[in-house]
């Protein structure tokens, strides 16, 4: 074999490596189930392109042609290029974080994908790939529900080795259209279902093995994204396919067949079976004329984050904010309805408001027409036979369009999903330009001596990238879960770290971690701060690692505060961080600049008024509470802490009317301990046995509540009242007869039963 077709061979070798990328999973790596994957993904990329480059500049005929996909792919990644420069925080765009491993770098990554695979793969390659790419899907949702049969999932939707549901959901989802695709193309090829029933039974069963694999990961999006795909494929085969009939029966059958599925679930989602179902109540949910409801309860958290997106967009129109840039917008505008949901989203879960916030108004048409360039590529009247398509290829390929297009409207997407979705690409740009590729092998340069020296320079250009974008970041990402593992009481290899070694074993890796500056080093700032606490205020920890670990944390954040200024993330951890070790004026400072960058986030106002609050300071504590409070009343946490600093600060009648205020909207934070300690704390017995009172009338017959009252009776020093709530307790529940009988021996002595246990 000549070196071109070494080159050649090994370059497809690496090309079906990237197949199995979804099936890493690396436990020993912080974020497992996407670092792993990430790193591979790079490495395995960079090798191939410098292969191919190697290859090109030996024999030019494996240059792609150019096609309207090429077109948009470049100028795709040319706006994200100047989205990235223009960045809130250009080397978070470009880099990412092991969280998602995403960034501006993964695109270039997969437009690298693209052009090797472009121009290398021919049709039966392209076949075997798809084949190995179905293969693959079927072994990653075989572990997946294996896990599940085991007890593995405890969360009632499977997810297999993506650690995410959503993700495993669109993956099964694309390769039931890949599956039907090779289906429809091997009748096509073959000329007749007949000849072909064997291996289509086959792709069949694939491809509903996949489709089982999507329901139980409980994805909605995936499932109206099925829903819509399976409508698109069918319908268009009703229409316009003409040379094979029985094909248009079986595609008019499904079609009626998918609304007939929908109309029943619809009908039946109030019935005990599909009630009993998690996943079946989940996508019955879905089901419904009336929108308005659907997204004020099940989507209403995602109606909340699109809205703050819009907001976002009308701040940036043009080239948007960058990559991994939605926390600046998800903080400027944050939405105080959305104090229960998650308080740290960094996308819209919706992959065109993201790509409007990465990229801008050019951003997101510029992703847009990837979807454009394809489905014209597709259904284009074809200049030459050889670059034509079936009317079932044309119909399925655009319905798994359809489905990953509806699909994306719920959800981002992920690295896996990329991949497929840039193979696509590849293989329908190569399908449609294969007429007239030169096959005449003639070098792009014609010089061996300059080839030699271009092959050496692509060299040392990959092992310099792979070093520091992958080795490097690789060799934090290590140090950071050693640290994390220290931790946990547990040593590299699994021993035990005693008490006395744990915090020094975090310090040396965590240092080593921040050392790497790596793109990880965001993530290892937080997880200082986080563990800074417990190892500054250990006792059995020397003065030395003490003062290292507080060299460390604030020398990181230092640098911080200047590469990200805007961002009040970094600062609410340094703020937890300082009001953990008892430096509450500092802390007071740095949750002022959190608010001054999300001024409508609860959790900010609500740490400053308790820092406030433990400087004794009432009257700011006060003011950022009530702004919480008054941002959302429905706030449980808002109102509780509200109402407990206006009983320290003896406002008896603001307290009280909040306190109504609550309970007419449905929450009750009367029974909330901190409340309850501070009314003990103030002396306040008189609201405490009112309160009490008004418990045991709403439960008289509760132990439970009975019990509770006892302890309040006997604070107040009520001790007749305190032992007949016991015995009224014990002849209610039984069983508390001896611990009861015990309590009211302590009190008739004189004592306290809580200060008495151990």
């Not at 959901?169 to 091997?186: E, S």
């Not at 409801?293 to 009308?314: T, Y």
């Not at 504590?621 to 206006?646: F, G, P, Q, R, T």
Request: charged content about 15%; overall charge neutral.
């Amino acid at each position: 074999m000549n070196i071109n077709g070494l080159l050649r061979n090994s370059i497809i070798g690496l090309l079906f490596l990237v197949l199995v990328i979804p099936l890493v999973v690396s436990g020993s790596m912080f974020f497992p189930f996407i670092a792993g994957k990430g790193f591979l993904f790079r490495t395995i990329i960079e090798i191939a392109l410098a292969l191919y480059l190697a290859l090109v500049i030996r024999d030019r005929s494996y240059i792609p042609r150019k096609s309207a996909i090429t077109w948009s792919l470049i100028s795709f990644l040319v706006v994200m290029a100047v989205a990235t420069i223009l960045s809130e925080n250009p080397f978070k765009s470009f880099w990412s974080n092991y969280e998602r491993m995403e960034g501006y770098v993964t695109m270039l990554h997969l437009g690298a994908y693209f052009l090797v695979l472009a121009g290398v793969f021919t049709r039966d390659l392209w076949r075997s790939l798809l084949n190995t790419s179905l293969a693959a899907s079927v072994i990653i949702g075989g572990y997946a529900f294996m896990s599940d049969r085991f007890g593995e999932n405890i969360l009632g939707r499977i997810q297999g080795t993506f650690g995410n549901s959503t993700y495993l959901g669109v993956y099964a989802l694309l390769h039931v259209f890949i599956a039907a695709f090779l289906a429809l193309r091997l009748v096509e090829y073959r000329g007749s279902f007949k000849k072909s029933w064997t291996p289509v039974a086959i792709y069949t069963l694939l491809a509903i093995f996949n489709t089982y694999i999507m329901y139980s990961t409980g994805t909605r999006g995936s499932f109206v994204g099925l829903v819509a795909g399976a409508l698109v494929t069918t319908i268009l085969i009703a229409i316009f396919e003409r040379t094979r009939p029985q094909m248009r029966k079986i595609a008019v059958g499904v079609c009626i067949a998918v609304v007939l599925v929908i109309i029943g679930l619809g009908s039946a989602k109030e019935t005990p079976f599909v009630q009993s179902s998690p996943i079946l109540s989940r996508f019955s949910s879905l089901i419904t004329l009336d929108v308005a409801s659907l997204l004020e309860n099940q989507g209403h958290a995602r109606s909340l984050i699109w809205g703050m997106a819009w907001e976002g967009f009308k701040d940036r129109p043009i080239f948007g904010w960058g990559q991994e840039s939605f926390n600046y917008v998800f903080a400027e505008h944050y939405n105080p309805e959305m104090y229960d949901q998650e308080q740290w989203f960094d996308r819209s879960h919706n992959v065109f408001f993201d790509w409007m916030i990465a990229g801008g108004a050019l951003g997101l048409l510029s992703y847009l027409s990837l979807f454009v360039s394809i489905i014209y590529l597709i259904w284009r009247k074809p200049q030459h036979e050889d670059e034509s398509w079936s009317v079932a290829e044309k119909s399925v390929l655009t319905g798994l369009l359809a489905a990953y297009f509806v699909h994306n409207i719920f959800v981002f997407d992920n690295l896996p999903s990329y991949i497929l979705f840039f193979m696509l690409l590849a293989y329908v740009h190569q399908r449609s330009t294969v007429h007239g590729t030169h096959t005449k092998h003639i070098p792009l340069i014609t010089s061996e001596v300059t080839q030699n020296v271009l092959i050496g320079v692509v060299g040392v250009l990959v092992i310099s990238s792979l070093y520091v974008g992958v080795y490097v970041p690789y060799m934090q990402n290590i140090y950071l879960i050693n640290a994390l593992k220290a931790n946990a009481g547990v040593n590299e290899q699994g021993g035990a770290l005693v008490e006395a070694e744990k915090g020094s074993q975090i310090l040396k890796y965590l240092q080593k971690a921040a050392s790497k500056n790596a793109f990880g080093k965001y993530e290892v700032r937080e997880r200082i701060a986080e563990l800074g606490a417990s190892v500054v205020t250990n006792p059995t920890n020397a003065g030395e690692v003490a003062e290292g670990y507080e060299q460390l944390l604030r020398s990181e954040y230092a640098k911080q505060f200047t590469e990200t200024p805007n961002d009040p993330r970094p600062y609410m951890f340094y703020g937890a961080y300082l009001s953990q070790t008892s430096r509450t004026d500092e802390a007071i400072e740095a949750f002022k600049k959190t608010i001054e960058l999300s001024p409508n986030k609860q959790q900010f106002l609500l740490q400053l008024a308790v820092a406030y609050f433990s400087n004794k300071d009432f009257a700011p504590a006060l003011s950022n509470a009530k702004k919480a409070y008054e941002l959302d009343k429905s706030n449980k946490e808002a109102l509780a802490i509200y109402a407990v600093i206006l009983v320290y600060a003896k406002d008896v009648k603001t307290a009280d009317a909040v306190i109504a205020e609550g309970l007419a909207n449905g929450i009750d934070v009367t029974e909330d301990p901190r409340f309850v300690q501070a009314l003990l704390d103030t002396k306040n017995f008189t609201k405490l046995i009112a309160f009490v009172k008004q418990k045991v009338a709403a439960n008289p017959n509760d132990p439970q509540t009975l019990v509770s009252a006892a302890a309040v009776y006997l604070k107040a020093g009520d001790r007749i009242s305190a032992i007949q709530s016991l015995r009224k307790a014990i002849e209610l529940e039984p069983r508390f007869k001896t611990q009861g009988e015990e309590y009211i021996r302590i009190i008739q002595a004189g004592g306290d039963p809580s200060e008495t246990q151990n």
